[in-house]
């Protein structure tokens, strides 16, 4: 009988990347979809998010707010990178063999899915708000109205997609700290057989 390792970190190194497996698995489409809705978000806003009305100075187009428009940039590029990023750790997680640094993977991308969750409802609200109180005057022939609401509508979809990445996170989490607490508490345990 073979000895279980603790979340595949036994038989860590004698995978082999699997690109149909790993592209159809759930956490990897949410990745890709948050990769996809933070780039639909800051460049929607950095090609059409500005205005310039008379003059030569630009103006952002959510209620000629510059603080909205930065922000949706640069929550857009943060959680641009931070899906490449973790989607890099999920390729290369399977060849992790300690489970501390398992742990340590799990729990930075469970924060860091929490965290962009928060900031993209921040960002939803924030921008839905700047946007109700621009007036159609400000924008004549309605100049950018359709990149702001593109940018609105994906900043909630970014909500829900990082959202859900942070409730797989959390599961995983929780399955290596059982498989971890069973091996320190059972060091060794040899295999029980049921007497018939």
């Not at 595949?8 to 690109?19: E, I, L, R, V």
């Not at 990745?31 to 103006?59: A, K, P, Q, T």
């Not at 943060?78 to 290369?92: A, N």
């Not at 400000?138 to 609401?149: I, K, M, N, V």
Request: proline share 5%; charged share 15%.
């Amino acid at each position: 009988m073979e000895p279980a390792g603790a979340y595949g970190a036994g038989k860590a190194g004698s995978f082999t990347f699997d690109p149909v497996a790993f592209f159809t698995h759930p956490r990897t489409v949410l990745r890709l979809m948050s990769w996809v809705f933070s780039m639909v978000v800051f460049s929607c806003i950095i090609n059409e998010g500005y205005i310039n009305i008379g003059s030569e100075r630009l103006l952002c187009v959510f209620n000629k707010n510059a603080d909205a428009c930065n922000y949706g940039v640069t929550v857009g590029v943060i959680c641009f990178l931070g899906s490449i990023i973790f989607l890099i750790v999920d390729v290369y997680f399977p060849s992790i063999s300690s489970v501390k640094d398992r742990r340590r993977a799990v729990l930075l991308d469970l924060v860091f899915s929490g965290l962009a969750s928060f900031l993209w409802f921040v960002g939803f609200c924030f921008l839905a708000n700047q946007w109700q109180a621009t007036s159609p005057d400000e924008l004549p022939l309605a100049q950018g109205s359709d990149a702001a609401r593109a940018t609105i509508a994906f900043c909630f979809f970014s909500i829900l997609t990082w959202g859900y990445q942070c409730l797989l996170e959390m599961i995983r989490f929780k399955s290596i700290s059982f498989v971890e607490d069973k091996q320190r508490l059972l060091p060794n345990s040899p295999p029980t057989f049921a007497l018939v």
